[in-house]
Each structure stands twice: as C-alpha cells, then as structure tokens.
C-alpha cells in the first residue's frame, strides 16, 4: 500500500515539508513520521531557497571555509556557498572563497576524506549540513572526522531537525518540529511504543529515500 504524504507550507517562504505518518525504521531508531527532504535537496529552485534561508543565519557571524555536507545535501551545499560569499563574508581561505565537500564512507560508516581534500579540512572552520537531524548519530560522525582530519567543527545546519542542540552545537534548520508535526518522536527499536503496541514497521527510510513493504 503507497505511503500517503502530507504537505505544510511555510507561510515564511516557498517551500514545503513533506511527510507522512507512521510506523518507520532508520538504521539508528524507529520513527513515526517519514519527512521527504528529496525536492528541497534536488530541485534547484528549492534547494536556492533551502540555502538562502540557512546562509542567512551565518553571514558576518561566523567564519565557514568549508561546507561539509551529509546525506545528499551537495546541491544546497554549493547554493549555501554560493550565498555566503556575495557579499562581505569572513573567510581565512586564499581565494577568499568556500570548500564545498562530501565525505567517503568505509564499511565501518566511518567518514574518510582522501589525500586530495585533506587540505580543504585541515585548519579550516567547517560548517556540517545535514538533510535532517534526529538521533545525532550521522552528526557525531561529521563532527568526529572534521576533528581526527584536523579541522575545526563551527556549527551544524540541516534543512529538517527535531532537536535544538546537537553535541553541543546548535542546529540551524529551514523546518523543525514545531508547529508542524509536535508529536514527532525518535525512538530506539527497544523503547519503540508503535512496536510495543503490535504495530507492524511499513517502511524502511533512509537518506536515498523509502521502501515500503
């Protein structure tokens, strides 16, 4: 049976949340909303906007040398960069300009930069983008290999999170939670209460996409 999706308008701009309610399994806990972020990470006219609205945020505020981006976010990744530096922005790069990266993964999911852009984190002042933030686990793993390369973690952005803080990092975000879906939760598979209560997983959900079963 097809996942039915809602839709919220952001009365502040043009983009919209897409989800759906229900009972979802990530790799890291159980879920009872599914938040679609594909158009806003892949349709350009979106990701401009996603981009504008979180570069805002950081303009004359905080150095950014590189954009370390997870999940798919490369597009709003290099719009974000695109932004920050039309105007006057605080960079310690050469070319007065930003890195805009995407980190390999081993089989171990830890985060792997090679010998070719070791020098865009090496010193630098990198900014994560994530498409959501929920448990925090693929951010620790950002934030982890921005320190064991040598670079200087200064803040995390995501286009969709339903925390405020983050390892110690405040998320800036296009959507978050409130207003929109309050009762979202993010549970372990162990503590699920849709589990507990006999209700069947109906999808698998992750940075790609959903399968629904």
Do not use: W
């Not at 502040?12 to 990530?26: D, I, W």
């Not at 999911?109 to 984190?121: A, C, E, T």
């Not at 994560?128 to 686990?137: Q, R």
């Not at 620790?140 to 995390?156: F, K």
């Amino acid at each position: 049976m097809p996942i039915k999706m809602m839709y919220y308008p952001n009365p502040q701009n043009s983009l919209k949340l897409r989800v759906a309610k229900g009972h979802f399994a990530t790799s890291h806990s159980h879920i009872n909303y599914y938040v679609d972020l594909t158009f806003t990470k892949h349709r350009l006219s979106e990701a401009k906007e996603a981009a504008r609205i979180l570069a805002s945020q950081y303009k004359s505020s905080t150095i950014i040398d590189t954009i370390l981006c997870l999940d798919g976010t490369e597009v709003v990744g290099a719009c974000m960069a695109s932004e920050l530096t039309k105007g006057n922005f605080r960079s310690i790069n050469q070319h007065n300009t930003i890195y805009v990266v995407t980190p390999e993964h081993t089989t171990g999911s830890q985060l792997l930069f090679r010998d070719n852009l070791k020098p865009m984190i090496v010193g630098k002042h990198v900014l994560i983008l994530a498409a959501s933030v929920t448990t925090g686990y693929t951010v620790e793993g950002g934030i982890e290999a921005i320190r064991y390369y040598g670079g200087l973690p200064t803040g995390v952005c995501a286009i969709f999170t339903s925390v405020d803080e983050c390892f110690g990092y405040k998320v800036t975000s296009v959507f978050n939670k409130k207003g929109l879906i309050d009762d979202y939760e993010s549970k372990p598979s162990y503590e699920c209460p849709m589990c507990k209560a006999g209700q069947k997983v109906e999808a698998l959900v992750n940075t790609y996409g959903i399968a629904a079963f």
